[in-house]
């Protein structure tokens, strides 16, 4: 590991990358980084210092890749793993999920948040089911096709359980490359068409090795986000390009207004009502509609605001009503899996 210096070791004079000049200003650096550079030393990093992630291990299957990535999606990994685990022990393929009840995916989802993930997870395994065999595609473009699929997950995925070299872009990624190239502190909340091209343009070439320094610099500079270059406390003495960084040559400038996120809001919103609503369907009661509003451990919430979220869930198919009587989509037996943790009082988990 490269010890963090006070001024650049190994840069050059010329101007940044094209895509890194475009959007707001750049700070007045003087330099950029040698790509290549960056990559060798951040990918020698990630190989000493890399998170024991059961779906980094060489015997992942493409599936629990894809499941991984599903989760890991405005989750943090300390509340995935668990519940990645049993997902796998229980539906170990994509056509174990297909033919599960939706109650009890929702109940094994437990409190992961935004359970239409889960939803979306066994309409996607369905359509592997019935398009590509009960396997996983490795084309991005086929599972751009899937549904609840996304760009990033689509690239994630062939990129991780494939080795092809696809342009893999998440929050943590878009922050190296925003301070390593372009001096900016944060990205910003957008995803812009700059810093799109800016990835492109820092992918290494793959004619020499077929894509494995590609799929390693993807892997590499989103664990080095995720743990070293973080948002808000980033370990720049850890840091193996330290003294490559076009931001600390700036001096390390604060992010401007446009680059600042704010955090996600939890108490009084929506969000918190419809997970104490899933929290109480996930224990397997079927509830009279009035009783179940009524019996929020959220005071604070109004009746309008409670009646609103639940018709919002009932929309959404994460709760199904007959006569009055809310249950989880097709009911829940007592033999279905409660993980556990989950009761009628824990509400923390978004929906």
């Not at 094209?18 to 700070?27: E, L, M, Q, Y």
């Not at 405005?74 to 056509?95: D, G, I, N, S």
């Not at 080795?163 to 872009?169: A, F, G, K």
């Not at 989103?222 to 743990?227: N, R, S, V």
């Amino acid at each position: 590991m490269t010890p963090a210096a006070e001024s650049p070791a190994s840069a050059t004079p010329a101007s940044p990358p094209a895509a890194a000049r475009d959007g707001s200003v750049r700070p007045d650096v003087g330099f950029t980084p040698e790509p290549t550079l960056v990559h060798d030393r951040v990918i020698e990093w990630f190989e000493d210092n890399a998170r024991p992630l059961p779906w980094r291990e060489p015997g992942c299957t493409p599936w629990g890749v894809l499941v991984s990535e599903i989760m890991l999606q405005q989750t943090p990994v300390v509340r995935v793993l668990p519940r990645w685990e049993f997902w796998m022990k229980r539906w170990p393929r994509p056509a174990d999920l297909a033919a599960a009840p939706t109650a009890e995916i929702l109940t094994a989802w437990d409190r992961l948040g935004y359970p239409r993930r889960a939803l979306r997870l066994q309409a996607a395994a369905a359509a592997m089911v019935e398009r590509h065999g009960g396997k996983v595609p490795s084309a991005a473009t086929e599972l751009r096709a899937l549904p609840g699929v996304g760009e990033y997950t689509a690239a994630a995925v062939a990129c991780f359980a494939f080795q092809e070299p696809e342009v893999v872009v998440d929050t943590n990624i878009r922050r190296v490359h925003a301070r390593a190239f372009t001096g900016h502190a944060l990205p910003g909340k957008t995803y812009t068409s700059a810093q799109r091209r800016l990835a492109q343009e820092l992918m290494p070439t793959t004619d020499h090795d077929g894509g494995a320094t590609a799929c390693a610099w993807n892997a590499s500079a989103m664990e080095l986000g995720a743990l070293i270059c973080t948002a808000r406390a980033p370990q720049c003495q850890s840091c193996p390009v330290a003294d490559l960084c076009a931001w600390r040559a700036a001096g390390s400038p604060p992010p401007t207004a446009e680059q600042q996120t704010r955090g996600q809001a939890w108490a009084g919103t929506d969000r918190q009502v419809r997970g104490a609503i899933m929290a109480v369907l996930r224990t397997g009661q079927t509830v009279e509609r009035t009783e179940l509003l009524a019996g929020l451990a959220l005071p604070e919430a109004a009746e309008e605001q409670r009646s609103r979220c639940l018709d919002s869930l009932l929309r959404d198919g994460l709760a199904a009503a007959d006569e009055g009587l809310i249950s989880l989509p097709g009911g829940l037996g007592a033999s279905a899996p409660v993980l556990a943790g989950t009761a009628a009082r824990d509400s923390a988990g978004s929906a």
